[in-house]
């Protein structure tokens, strides 16, 4: 019983400590901190408000010809004008389930700055192997899972964190939430950000794990960046994608992660069942690549 006990707490420790060693480079590093929020701000100060979608379907932007205006008397004019203020609300809505683009583009900002954070967890694993910490660390009664869950839960907690920053800043920009929220949701959100941060950050490691050089993890990168990021909705709904790109979106798990972000954030209305789904499939893929995690560096992490 006694030695039981000694190897749980050792376990326990050791998670603790690597877990706390990573966030320390984090927090410690204030620059490194402010250059993650950087790029997500600008997409949101830029692309979020200069992208003003809804302003396409104004009355304004629709020029009817004058000899077809002078067919219509002032009050089928005024009833017509009428009709195309209310068309801007009511395609926004059909589309983006929001009239704010920027409202629907920062929920797909919080996604990709978790994407973004999660990725480095790969290289991590590269610097300390040769840092020559890790065969250190390998020394130690720590087992390998462990070392691995510990660079999981530090890149999912700086993410969330991080996350959390986007969402305070996105409202002075006009974020604006649904009917359907509630303080409550904010729960949901950070559930959703757990899983999807913990299943990205796992297969990152996994893809890095036997990796010696720096540039493995800087490739892998920038070759899953942009399609993890545009094959999802984060910009764009997946119904109004080509057919083939729908295909590719909708087994991306980004997708379902910033639906459910959706629909508890600014969606006027809750899809219980949809939202169960989007839940069920970030579970299950932040479970299956976790253990595949672990199982990979029982295997293939070595001094």
């Not at 395609?91 to 700055?113: H, K, N, P, W």
């Not at 986007?166 to 959100?189: C, D, H």
């Not at 909705?233 to 109004?240: D, G, H, K, L």
Request: proline share 4%; hydrophobic share 55%.
């Amino acid at each position: 019983m006694s030695t039981a006990n000694n190897v749980t707490k050792s376990k326990i420790h050791g998670l603790w400590a690597l877990t706390n060693r990573e966030l320390k480079k984090w927090y410690k590093a204030p620059v490194v901190f402010v250059l993650t929020l950087i790029q997500p701000v600008i997409w949101l100060g830029l692309l979020g408000n200069a992208l003003n979608l809804s302003s396409l379907f104004s009355a304004d932007s629709i020029q009817i010809p004058p000899d077809i205006i002078m067919q219509f008397s002032p009050a089928q004019i005024a009833a017509l004008s009428q009709f195309f203020n209310g068309l801007q609300d009511q395609i926004m809505r059909s589309t983006f389930g929001t009239t704010s683009y920027l409202s629907f583009m920062a929920v797909g900002m919080i996604a990709f700055t978790a994407l973004f954070t999660t990725m480095f967890s790969g290289m991590s694993v590269v610097w300390d192997r040769r840092l020559g910490f890790l065969n250190k660390v390998l020394s130690t009664p720590v087992s390998r899972g462990v070392i691995i869950v510990s660079k999981v839960l530090s890149a999912t907690l700086r993410a969330m964190f991080q996350a959390a920053i986007i969402l305070i800043i996105a409202i002075p920009f006009g974020f604006t939430f649904g009917a359907a929220f509630t303080p409550l949701n904010i729960l949901g959100v950070f559930a959703m950000l757990f899983l999807i941060c913990m299943g990205l950050s796992s297969m990152f490691i996994a893809i890095n794990v036997r990796s010696t050089r720096i540039e493995t993890p800087m490739a892998v990168t920038n070759l899953l960046n942009l399609p993890l990021t545009f094959a999802s909705s984060a910009f764009f709904p997946i119904e109004r994608m080509p057919e083939w790109l729908q295909v590719v979106a909708k087994v991306n798990p980004l997708s379902y992660t910033i639906d459910g972000m959706r629909q508890l954030l600014i969606f006027d209305t809750i899809n219980y069942s949809q939202l169960a789904l989007d839940f069920a499939f970030v579970g299950i893929f932040a479970l299956v690549l976790t253990s595949i995690g672990i199982v990979l560096s029982w295997r293939f992490l070595n001094k």
